[in-house]
């Protein structure tokens, strides 16, 4: 922890909610506290990303939103005007 403000964003994984979902809320809680951006990553399926989105998480990531790109298609995918919702 004495190193995260050197950081904007804190990533976390959906395996921490196997553990306890309460230590996902926390790390929400406190990414929030130090003004850090949270990430879900590894999210594959929508009740994780609603979950994380639910309790403060800023993005998401996975394949519910986009398969695995080629470096030359995240371009065109991020000039374009998708957006999903739940």
């Known amino acids: ?14 395996s921490l909610m196997q553990g ?3 230590l996902v809320k926390q790390a929400l809680v406190i990414a929030a506290g130090l003004s850090k951006v949270a990430v879900g990553v ?28 080629k470096a030359g298609e995240v371009l065109s995918l991020a000039q374009g005007d ?3 919702t739940f």
């Open 20 to 22: 306890s979902p309460e």
């Open 82 to 84: 998708a957006t999903w």
């Open 42 to 69: 590894d999210v594959n399926d929508v009740a994780t990303a609603r979950f994380f989105m639910e309790n403060g998480c800023s993005a998401v990531q996975g394949r519910p939103f986009a398969k695995p790109l």
């Open 1 to 14: 922890l004495r190193r995260i403000h050197q950081v904007s964003f804190l990533k976390l994984s959906p």
